[in-house]
């Protein structure tokens, strides 16, 4: 497909997007659908814009007049300068050759554009050794282009000015524009239809080329009212600052292309680096659980009346977690299956004679009793992936009223995963059978959490609690199988 000019030759290109490859602007991958239903569309533009370009050609052509020897020094000019195009990150070339094909048609008008059209395309594909369908569509597209530009130009100023004159600047100047608008427009109809990407982002992607078109449209004037002032010599004398130009931005480009690709080679070096992390953090965070499992267990071991207690909390605790929209994956939703593992783990540090009497505990066991909480929340804050899940072991016996322990907390002074703790340990502990007592019915468990809402309980996570509570009933006794094989 051939390569399309975002304004004069050689100053703005870039590669007409193919059937087979995302060259571009930019780099789009595009839609399958897009490719297939453009295709018949773009065979009719290209060969409405050859046959058009062709009758230009005819029409125009034949009228050049002037100085052919100037001419042909002009249009050998913008061939070279086709050559030493610049590559801006591999997407778009430019060149100072914008500047040659404005004083081109400044002089010579719509007949020196045309002709510079076929000309210029012809000399890039010389350039890069390859002369085939690329080069007969790219020289339509651009005699499109030139000529809208140089009959932009004679709107408002004369063929080969015999003076400078301001009518001169104003009609270079919208010769520009409209060189920029059309070019624009055309590729950004191509693109539109190949890649489906918005006229907005086209613009967007390229908002960086105007500045440079105004730039080369005045070195262009200049060069026009030098040949008219000195002739021949006066335009060689204002070439300096023109490859200069060159020149500069081509080590502007080649140095800042040069960063980019040390940014893109850190950013992949970062990337690999994150998956590695991640990868570590994943084994790691598998390791605590696995670990958070084992003494869970342990402890089930040293408690057999309560054996899968902690694992079935854990999975009513995210149903709820879930249903008040707690985010998987944010530092609460993390912390609530582990406090709620662990949420006895300060019993460790009670006496088997009190832990285990079969008896009622006097007042004085109570109060020893009581301590679980601080004991459990004392042995795990100094561990940093556990400091959440402390907070809700320490306040796993408060109550929404402030009556509980050991702090006397209230309502939402309460961590939100002990408020949710506490609803979900009296469901399972209420219908759960024990050695001095059988088990509730899931009715009679519901009825006590309802009781017991706004007193000891958060009003919402009880309202919570009913939304799913009949997904609990179904789920009880296949999850009190699982949890005993689990635990046995």
Request: proline share 4%; net charge negative; glycine share 8%.
């Amino acid at each position: 497909m051939p390569i399309l000019s975002l304004g004069m030759p050689g100053h703005g290109e870039s590669t007409r997007p193919s059937m087979k490859t995302d060259i571009g602007f930019q780099k789009v991958a595009a839609p399958e659908g897009v490719r297939n239903v453009g295709a018949p569309v773009k065979a009719a533009v290209f060969g409405t814009e050859i046959a058009a370009a062709i009758a230009l050609v005819a029409w125009q052509a034949p009228k050049l007049d002037g100085d052919l020897a100037v001419f042909v020094f002009l249009l050998g000019l913008n061939v070279l300068a086709g050559f030493m195009t610049i590559n801006i990150y591999g997407a778009t070339r430019i060149s100072i050759g914008v500047a040659f094909a404005l004083t081109l048609i400044v002089l010579f008008g719509i007949p020196g554009a045309v002709i510079l059209a076929p000309v210029g395309a012809v000399g890039r594909g010389i350039g890069r050794r390859k002369l085939d369908f690329e080069v007969l569509t790219n020289a339509a597209f651009l005699t499109l282009v030139y000529a809208g530009s140089a009959a932009s130009y004679e709107l408002i100023a004369d063929v080969g000015p015999h003076n400078p004159s301001l009518l001169m600047v104003a009609g270079g100047a919208l010769a520009t524009v409209v060189s920029f608008t059309l070019n624009a427009a055309l590729v950004a109809v191509n693109r539109r239809l190949r890649d489906n990407l918005s006229f907005h982002d086209f613009l967007e992607q390229h908002a960086w080329l105007p500045p440079y078109y105004i730039a080369m449209g005045l070195v262009g004037i200049t060069l026009a009212a030098a040949y008219d002032a000195l002739g021949v010599v006066g335009v060689l004398a204002f070439l300096t600052p023109a490859v200069m130009m060159r020149l500069a931005m081509k080590q502007y480009v080649d140095k800042t292309a040069e960063n980019v690709e040390k940014l893109k080679q850190q950013n992949t070096a970062l990337q690999d680096a994150n998956v590695e992390i991640q990868r570590v953090s994943d084994e790691l965070r598998l390791s605590y659980d696995g670990t958070l499992e084992a003494l869970v267990n342990a402890l089930d071991a040293r408690d057999q009346e309560t054996k899968g207690h902690s694992i079935r909390v854990s999975h009513y605790m995210m149903d709820i977690a879930r249903a008040m929209g707690i985010k998987e994956g944010t530092q609460d939703w993390t912390d609530m299956p582990r406090g709620s593992l662990l949420h006895d783990v300060g019993k460790i540090g009670i006496s088997d004679t009190i832990l285990l009497k079969p008896a009622k505990l006097t007042e004085d066991e109570w109060e020893l009793m009581r301590r679980h909480p601080e004991i459990g929340y004392n042995m795990l804050r100094q561990v940093h992936f556990l400091q959440g899940p402390a907070e809700i072991i320490l306040a796993h016996h408060e109550r929404w009223d402030g009556q509980g322990y050991p702090r006397g907390l209230r309502e939402k002074d309460i961590p939100l995963g002990a408020r949710i703790f506490t609803v979900v340990d009296t469901f399972d502990s209420m219908t759960s059978d024990r050695p001095y007592r059988k088990a509730k019915t899931t009715l009679d468990a519901m009825n006590e959490i309802l009781r017991c809402s706004g007193t000891q309980f958060d009003p919402l996570i009880v309202e919570a609690f009913l939304d799913i509570y009949e997904k609990w009933v179904v789920e009880r006794d296949v999850l009190h199988g699982l949890v005993t094989a689990r635990a046995a």
